[in-house]
């Protein structure tokens, strides 16, 4: 099975897992459960950290590849068909970031890790 880490749980899985809820530690837990981060979360992780909203030990290109690499997280590219599922959501939540990573689950159907809950009204399977 395949899992979609949302951003801020590809944040806590790295630097505060008591952060993470019980299924979504069991999921993160499993050998045969294959991690994936979307684009969208580091696009969204850079933006935060150059605002000073998300320090970081590091500057975000070597933290972020560091920890998907120990992590075991394969980072999904971004494709035009998530561009353009994500324009075509219900307008339940504007953020940008959440919108093409709930179009990443729909598209490559992958549950996402997430205790965000716009992502369920876009019909997307959430584990938390």
Known sequence: MRILLDTCTF??????PGQLGPAAKAALEDPHKERFL?????????L???TGKLPLPRLPEEWIEEQAQIQDITILNLERG????????????????DRMIAADSLIHKMPILTPDG???????EVIW
Do not use: M, Q
């Open 48 to 50: 935060k950290h150059n």
């Open 118 to 124: 716009p992502y369920r009204e876009y019909g997307c």
């Open 82 to 97: 998530v561009i353009y599922r994500s324009g075509k959501l219900p307008p339940v939540h504007r953020d940008p970031f």
């Open 11 to 16: 944040i806590w899985l790295t630097s505060d």
């Open 38 to 46: 979307s684009l969208a979360s580091i696009w969204e992780t850079v």
